[in-house]
């Protein structure tokens, strides 16, 4: 990065400068001449940045301090002010995702003081940075691979109407170059929105992004997690620079090539399918589900398109990002034909793989997904009909969008255990026992709200109503079993904390801190840690064991190790004799609970059981999940 003003004798506070973004932004200050002093809640880390900066010829001094203590905030201040003198430029960059560390207003004035005003751009989010701040409550957690929804540029909230894919978004990155206006009110020109545009189509904010992601991935690599990204092929958006419908590139102060909106000989004319010729502005484009804002790309009448995404995939798998595989969104949908389809995702696969062997393929796709995990296209899938929804109708009665309920789903063993077997059926054993199993996701309620049994949306029912009467120990009953199936189990953030929402923008609410569930959060790292120390859990066989009116049993064994799950879903304590013979147990083997969840909480006590001829007779509390091992003597 490079800042072009001459900051010699002048003064730079940088609070949270001992995270990556402004560590970096703690640096420039300091390479265009300005003394920094760097302040953190983690003075190590602040030390690191100083140590660097000094042995760069810069002036800094690193101090420990919580910026939401007044007291030793204003402690530091006076070491400070008599070390480096009085502050000229203040970054604050500390807080995380706290309101209290948020402002409510884009420029400072002095009367800002008395009146008690927030102010630096009212943000609420930390992007990429702020999952690197908690990447010590992700490992305690247990996580063990971090899936990010899209991070590259796009103007949206969800980030699905991508804008340009070499670049990770400097909003979630790092912005260096950051002058121009924002849009008047009632303005709905984006031609205007001069600060948006300088954002996101300045190479230096683009380039410094795509650096700071490396360092980030390299950071989460070292603690021994891996990384998943986005990658939405099947369209694009209308922000696009190939497209450029808002005139966002022809309007940057760098250069680049005019869009396919904007003129017929644009070089990117045949990545879009366009059906009259009324340029310049030619809105008569195919768009996915005819959404004219997500321009569907037409792959089959582009060999440069093609070959572009392929290399996309291949850069982001590629040092010096290095991500760990890809995520694929509608991927069923990419291309006019199925035929293409499944001839692009061939060369997809063997491009990734040839880049990193190791990188996952994983698809989103609803419904029979057996065509594409035959070994040369997806590695796998996230895991809807074949978990999610069965999982769902079972323990909740809802539909996963909370659109519907049937009462005939609730607690019927012969749907769950019928929809399972089907779709496994249709996966084969390793694309199954990798998949994503997830109970929430952006794009569906959260599971906890489906708890309440209430059919609507957000915009009819309000924010609120999704919080209403929801049973967390039916949700409990929902992460065993996600902990116990065969599968990979993915925790949509904030469910551990008891987040609510009804679907999409509702699921996207922030992470409660200093409002989390704290049984729930104790809960979810016992069952984590429950299925990282059972191998049986991660690699065993499956086989049903029991079926009755709200009650499911099944069983994961090798041939050494057993695990039988037990769930009753009823309002009534009941008793059952599950067949545990058939998981490989012997007739009078021993088995012991490792956990199990009730109306109240759940427990890790131990409690054993003796088989008699392979039957396990065990007494069940209403509305609890037992999860039972072979007895290791």
């Not at 030619?282 to 398109?305: A, F, Q, R």
């Not at 969104?329 to 997809?348: P, Q």
Request: aromatic content about 12%; overall charge negative.
């Amino acid at each position: 990065m490079v800042l072009g003003t001459d900051l010699t004798g002048k003064m730079a506070v940088v609070t949270g400068a001992g995270g990556i973004l402004c560590g970096m932004f703690a640096r420039t200050l300091a390479r265009a001449g300005a003394a920094v002093a760097l302040l953190d809640i983690n003075l190590e880390a602040a030390e690191e940045t100083a140590r660097d900066i000094r042995e760069a010829g810069g002036t800094a001094a690193a101090y420990g301090v919580d910026v939401m203590d007044k007291e030793m905030l204003e402690s530091v201040h006076a070491r400070v002010l008599a070390r480096l003198g009085p502050c000229d430029i203040l970054i604050n960059g500390a807080g995380g995702n706290q309101a209290r560390a948020n402002t409510s207003k884009e420029y400072f004035e002095m009367g800002d003081i008395e009146a008690d005003v927030a102010t630096f751009f009212d943000m609420e989010y930390k992007g990429v940075q702020g999952v690197l701040d908690k990447l010590d409550y992700l490992s305690e957690l247990g996580i063990e691979v971090i899936y990010f929804n899209p991070l590259f540029v796009s103007p949206s909230n969800h980030k699905y109407d991508i804008q340009d894919y070499d670049y990770i978004d400097p909003h979630f990155g790092v912005i260096v170059k950051d002058d121009g206006e924002l849009l008047k009110e009632g303005d709905q020109n984006n031609t205007n929105a001069t600060r948006y545009i300088n954002r996101v189509t300045s190479k230096g904010n683009l380039k410094a992004s795509n650096e700071f992601f490396a360092k980030a991935v390299e950071q989460i690599h070292s603690r021994g997690m891996k990384v998943i990204i986005d990658g939405v092929f099947n369209h694009c958006g209308s922000f696009n620079k190939w497209m450029d419908r808002e005139h966002i590139y022809s309007s940057s102060d760098d250069d680049y090539a005019c869009g396919a909106y904007e003129k017929y000989e644009s070089p990117y004319h045949s990545f879009f399918k366009f059906y009259g010729n009324q340029w310049p502005d030619n809105g008569s484009y195919d768009g996915w589900w005819g959404h004219d804002t997500l321009p569907k790309l037409n792959y089959e009448d582009s060999d440069t398109l093609e070959k572009y995404i392929i290399d996309i995939g291949k850069k982001w798998v590629s040092p010096p990002y290095n991500v760990d595989g890809w995520r694929l969104d509608v991927a069923a949908d990419l291309g006019y034909s199925k035929e293409y389809n499944h001839t692009f995702w061939k060369k997809f696969r063997q491009a990734v793989k040839e880049a990193n062997p190791e990188a996952i393929i994983l698809a989103e796709n609803y419904g029979d997904s057996y065509d594409w995990l035959q070994g040369d296209e997806w590695d796998t899938i996230m895991h809807y009909d074949a978990f999610m929804e069965p999982v769902t109708w079972f323990l909740t009665g809802m539909e996963k969008h909370s659109d519907e309920m049937r009462p005939d789903s609730l607690g019927n063993p012969d749907y769950f255990f019928g929809a399972m077997h089907h779709n496994m059926a249709r996966m084969g054993g390793q694309s199954y026992s990798i998949s994503m199993n997830e109970l929430s996701n952006h794009d569906h309620s959260r599971f906890l709200t489906r708890t309440n049994h209430i059919v609507g949306r957000v915009d009819k029912l309000g924010s609120e109503v999704a919080n209403q009467n929801v049973n967390k120990f039916v949700f409990m009953e929902a992460v065993i079993i996600q902990m116990t199936w065969p599968g990979a189990p993915t925790v949509y953030y904030g469910d551990e904390a008891g987040v609510c929402g009804f679907t999409d923008p509702d699921n996207r609410r922030t992470y409660p801190w200093g409002h989390e569930d704290k049984e729930l959060i104790d809960f979810h790292k016992a069952a984590i840690k429950m299925h990282k120390e059972n191998e049986v859990l991660r690699t065993g066989s499956y086989k049903q064991l029991y079926s009755a009116h709200n009650v499911i049993a099944y069983g994961r064994f090798t041939s050494d190790d057993a695990v039988i799950v037990v769930v009753n879903n009823g309002e009534d304590e009941i008793r059952v004799n599950i067949p545990a013979w058939e998981t490989g147990l012997a007739m009078d083997d021993d088995v012991e609970q490792i956990m199990v969840t009730f109306e109240g909480g759940y427990s890790t006590d131990r409690q054993g059981y003796r088989l008699k001829d392979g039957i396990l007779n065990i007494g069940l509390r209403k509305t609890s999940a037992t999860v039972l091992r072979r007895l290791r003597w």
